[in-house]
C-alpha cells in the first residue's frame, strides 16, 4: 500500500524553525518526483517546494525563497522540508506529494499521484 505520512509540524514562534518529514511506504522514493504544498484555511492548495527525482532540480514559491529547503534521503525514503525564520502567514496544514516521473513539472497539485494526510504548522506572532 503506498502511503505518505508526514510529522513534524506544531506551534511555533515567528521566526523559529521547524522541519517537516514525510516517511514513504509501500514504494520506494528513487524514480519519483516529490513536493510539499500548504493549504491555509479559506485558501487553496499551494505548492511551496518541488524537487525532481534527480533531486537536481528544484522549485520554490516566492514566499519561501531563503527560508526553506527541500531535502530528499532516498535511503531512508523520506523527504524533508527545513523552515526557517517562519512567520505567521507560514500558518497551514502542509502536504507531501509524490508521482513517479523522472521529468520536472511544475509545482502543482495536479502533477502528483500520491498525497500524505497532513501536518499542521501554526506560527504565532
Known amino acids: 500500500q503506498v502511503q505518505l505520512v508526514e510529522s513534524g509540524g506544531g506551534l511555533v514562534q515567528s521566526g523559529g524553525s521547524l522541519r517537516l518529514s514525510c516517511a514513504a511506504s509501500?514504494?520506494?522514493?528513487?524514480?519519483?518526483?516529490i513536493g510539499w504544498f500548504r493549504q491555509a484555511p479559506g485558501k487553496e492548495r499551494e505548492g511551496v517546494s518541488c524537487?525532481?527525482?534527480?533531486?537536481?532540480?528544484?522549485y520554490y514559491a516566492d514566499s519561501v525563497k531563503g527560508r526553506f529547503t527541500i531535502v530528499r534521503d532516498n535511503a531512508k525514503n523520506t523527504v524533508y522540508l527545513q523552515m526557517n525564520s517562519l512567520k505567521p502567514e507560514d500558518t497551514a496544514v502542509y502536504y507531501c506529494?509524490?508521482?513517479?516521473?523522472?521529468?520536472?513539472?511544475?509545482?502543482?497539485?495536479?502533477?502528483?499521484?500520491?498525497w500524505g494526510q497532513g501536518t499542521q504548522v501554526t506560527v504565532s506572532s
Open positions: 506529494a509524490a508521482v513517479y516521473s523522472r521529468m520536472f513539472r511544475r509545482c502543482v497539485m495536479s502533477a502528483y499521484d500520491y
Open positions: 524537487m525532481s527525482s534527480s533531486g537536481q532540480s528544484t
Open positions: 509501500g514504494f520506494n522514493l528513487d524514480g519519483y518526483r
